[in-house]
């Protein structure tokens, strides 16, 4: 059974890092391409970044870019977002996905796999 787990999130001041991980277990994803997406009450899951399942090219949305990085960690079981110079409106539920395509894809629709969620909240 295909499982991603997040983990990391919390309560944050405006301002400061959070560095979120997912545990992926299950099956080989080595060369699936990763992504991270949010949700924020009353709005659509919106992606955040991700990740080539082969090499390791990185995307991001404008809102996050040069203040979020992801990255892997070794065999590819685990993907992390780091996230520093919070904002109140990075306040959401971050879930990671796995998509069985080697690009990157925008949309939530294109991963097949999803974990739980993990809440991050940051406070002005």
């Known amino acids: 059974q295909v499982q991603l787990v997040e983990s990391g999130g919390g309560l944050v001041q405006t301002g400061g890092s959070l560095r979120l991980s997912c545990a992926a277990s299950?099956?080989?994803?080595?060369?699936?391409?990763m992504g991270w997406f949010r949700q924020a009450p009353g709005k659509e899951r919106e992606f955040v970044g991700g990740?080539?399942?082969?090499?390791?090219?990185?995307y991001y949305a404008d809102s996050v870019k040069g203040r979020f990085t992801i990255s892997r960690g070794n065999a590819k079981m685990t993907l992390y977002l780091q996230m520093n110079s919070l904002k109140p409106e990075d306040t959401a539920v971050y879930y990671c996905?796995?998509?069985?395509?080697?690009?990157?894809?925008?949309?939530?629709?294109?991963?097949?796999?999803w974990g739980q969620g993990t809440q991050v909240t940051v406070s002005s």
């Open positions: 990740i080539m399942g082969i090499g390791s090219s990185t």
């Open positions: 996905a796995a998509s069985s395509r080697v690009a990157v894809i925008r949309s939530p629709a294109g991963y097949e796999h």
């Open positions: 299950g099956r080989a994803f080595s060369s699936y391409a």
